[in-house]
């Protein structure tokens, strides 16, 4: 946005001499591709193999030479914004559905990819480490034969911990959910958090009915 | 009249637990369509919602003990989850953050209640011992006969959640009925615990004390969702 602005805000100063160097240039050779071609879909592609063209165009014109003296300018008038119109040619407006529908630029989608998979990749840390963790002592803590109260506050802080971690993934995840909707990964994420969830009721629910039916076989021993 | 609960072989606290935490949250949905919540806000909002209830409940009650671990599920747990769960929810989604918290405070006293049936055929939670009407005898391991108050719970809470569908449904100023609604439920809730078998007679139990911690938290999660979503009516 910037960058428009500069050019936009240059313009006003300096829109003579480019214009004023394209009939010097080669008035007869840019202007009858695009006038045999109005509206073609290549439009934007021969923009900026022209400005070469205009490079040393100035060179013969003793005026613009304090314009490419302005070092603003000259990068700018690399710029296929300046060259569009010098052509007569919408060659600007054909360049623009070049953007995608969700409005945003390339440069800008892989940023906020890369800002989903970052809160993805730390939304599934937080919810494999502890988890692996708690696995690996469970053994540990179950075998406490004796449960001393600076054992239990020891476990009560690792409880915490381990939930509180699970709910920091599962809000990471929702986060990249909701400001990064065209993440897949995100949305991959949550489809496996919420079917491990599911699978997790699922297995708490078939192991009470497990009991439920080995006590009921043992009753009366 | 009195009531006989048989022993069951299997406990239906969990099954019931979990069918009441679902009636919760579909009423909350509900509300929250009736107020014109978008479905995107809903589906995170519950989707948080109920992993912070879930986690906040088992974290509340987990435990190790010389049989093994134990997990149970904590109301008063579940309840600061819940708040949390939908503060959080706000915070990431600012769609009618004010109709999405009234809606989740106004089930919470069903959640709770319908999980006292739950209570009421396990046998946990029970009250005094009492043999006058309505008195309820269990033969499992709580064997005897008791006052039946968890389905005074179960009532008192049902009625409470009524009173909060009128209240949200009727008032502009969800903030103020929310306030109501805690008002009303957490005196309900100490007052119901005079009740109780483990109360000991004291004017404040430690039962109390924690039902007024967990209050407490309760409005201060509220007081800091009012003050960072800046939520202000005229």
Not at chain 2, 14 to 34: E, P, Q
Not at chain 2, 104 to 128: D, N, T
Request: glycine fraction near 6%; charged fraction near 10%; include cysteine.
């Amino acid at each position: 946005m910037e960058n428009n602005n500069n050019i936009n805000s240059a313009q006003p100063q300096i829109p003579v001499q480019p214009v004023q160097a394209q009939p010097v240039a080669q008035p007869v050779q840019t202007a009858q591709p695009m006038a045999a071609q109005p509206a073609p879909a290549p439009a934007p592609a021969p923009a900026p193999t022209q400005a070469p063209v205009y490079a040393p165009a100035p060179a013969p014109a003793p005026v613009q030479q304090p314009v490419y003296q302005q070092p603003v300018y000259q990068q700018q008038y690399q710029q296929p914004y300046q060259q569009a119109p010098q052509y007569g040619v919408p060659a600007y407006p054909a360049s623009q559905p070049a953007q995608p529908s969700d409005g945003f630029t390339p440069e800008e989608r892989s940023a906020r990819r890369k800002k989903a998979n970052i809160l993805c990749f730390i939304s599934l840390a937080l919810m494999l480490v502890p988890s692996t963790i708690s696995g690996a002592f469970s053994s540990t803590i179950e075998n406490m034969s004796n449960i001393s109260e600076v054992a239990e506050t020891v476990v009560s802080i690792f409880s915490a911990l381990v939930g509180g971690s699970v709910i920091g993934a599962w809000v990471l995840m929702i986060i990249a959910r909701v400001k990064y909707k065209e993440s897949k990964f995100a949305k991959v994420l949550m489809w496996v958090y919420i079917g491990f969830f599911a699978a997790g009721l699922i297995a708490v629910a078939l192991f009470i009915a497990m009991c439920w039916y080995i006590t009921k076989d043992c009753q009366g021993f | 009249m009195q009531i006989d609960i048989p022993a069951f072989s299997w406990s239906p606290y969990g099954l019931i637990v979990v069918l009441s935490v679902i009636a919760g949250f579909a009423a909350a949905v509900l509300l929250m369509r009736r107020a014109g919540v978008g479905k995107q806000t809903i589906f995170y909002t519950c989707l948080t919602a109920i992993v912070c209830t879930f986690i906040t409940s088992l974290m509340v009650t987990f435990r190790i003990t010389e049989r093994g671990i134990v997990l149970s599920f904590s109301g008063l747990g579940a309840a600061v989850g819940l708040i949390s769960g939908v503060l959080i929810a706000a915070l990431i989604i600012r769609d009618k953050p004010d109709e999405v918290m009234a809606a989740f405070i106004a089930s919470a006293p069903l959640m709770y209640g319908l999980a006292k049936l739950g209570c009421f055929l396990a046998g946990c939670c029970h009250g005094k011992p009492y043999s006058g009407p309505f008195a309820v005898t269990y033969h499992n391991e709580h064997a005897g006969t008791y006052f039946p108050v968890q389905l005074v719970d179960m009532a008192a809470f049902i009625l409470i959640h009524i009173l909060a569908v009128f209240l949200i449904t009727k008032m502009k100023n969800k903030f103020s009925a929310i306030c109501i609604i805690l008002a009303v439920l957490i005196p309900v809730r100490f007052a119901l615990e005079y009740l109780k078998y483990y109360h000991d007679g004291s004017p404040v139990s430690s039962g109390q004390i924690t039902v007024l911690i967990a209050g407490a938290i309760a409005v201060i999660l509220v007081l800091v969702w009012k003050k960072i979503l800046k939520i202000n009516y005229r």
